[in-house]
């Protein structure tokens, strides 16, 4: 059964950083384009950034700057760094793994940028 577990999540104050990682298990990972959304109490699940199998990054404009994704095929781990994080990004986190056939999900994670 395919597996995608996310950690890295907590309590961090605004400013601060966190790297989240999401080990991948049961799937030809290079294949696959992968993404970090998150969902944030009382909203939809959102887009936050995506790696393709042949690396490029993307970004919503909210993380361009401060959130890093990358990839570690021999891993089969995707990574979210987040710097200079604000209270709007606080939420739980979720890894995506896509091809144009299979779509896999991660648990979610949570994060609470607070003081």
């Known amino acids: 059964q395919v597996q995608l577990v996310e950690s890295g999540g907590g309590l961090v104050q605004p400013g601060g950083s966190l790297r989240l990682s999401c080990a991948a298990s049961k799937i030809t990972f290079i294949l696959y384009d992968l993404g970090w959304y998150r969902q944030a109490p009382g909203k939809q699940r959102e887009l936050v950034a995506t790696?393709?199998?042949?690396?490029?990054?993307n970004y919503v404009d909210s993380v361009r700057g401060r959130f890093t994704i990358s990839r570690d095929n021999a891993k089969k781990t995707v990574y979210l760094q987040m710097n200079s994080l604000i209270s709007e990004d606080t939420a739980v986190y979720y890894c995506?793994?896509?091809?144009?056939?299979?779509?896999?999900w991660g648990q979610g994670t949570q994060v609470t940028v607070s003081s």
């Open positions: 790696i393709s199998a042949d690396r490029v990054p």
């Open positions: 995506n793994a896509q091809t144009i056939t299979h779509n896999f």
